[in-house]
């Protein structure tokens, strides 16, 4: 992944849409521990430990298929491990905030 280019802006910080990543291959790929470390030490990589402390992250479940997405979910429908992404953010020391994207918000958020 390549996040370089945006901090030539310093206005722009970029979101991760773990849904999507999750959605993308149309195979439920992006689902485990491992996977979700590897993103964010891409990032931290990329843009610098400091990056760590302000993400934008949008969160939801996901109905996919060989195209990717098709529509967000309630988060206790979709295959999405939630749990390993929650320890993957508790383990990368990630600050910030996470906007949920779920299309009933009074429950998931």
């Known amino acids: 992944m390549c996040w370089q280019w945006c901090w030539q802006f310093q206005a ?4 991760i849409d773990f849904a999507h990543l999750h959605a993308r291959l149309g195979d439920g790929a992006m689902n485990t521990f491992a996977e979700w470390m590897s993103v964010l030490d891409s990032y931290c990589k990329s843009l610098g430990d400091d990056s760590m402390q302000h993400l934008h992250i949008h969160l939801s479940g996901i109905n ?16 999405k491990d939630f749990r390993n992404l929650m320890l993957a953010l508790h383990t990368a020391g990630v600050k910030g905030r996470i906007m949920c994207e779920s299309p ?6």
């Open 104 to 109: 009933v918000l009074e429950v998931d958020a």
């Open 64 to 79: 996919y298929g060989p195209k990717g997405e098709k529509n967000h979910l309630v988060m206790e429908e979709p295959d």
């Open 12 to 15: 722009v910080v970029p979101c």
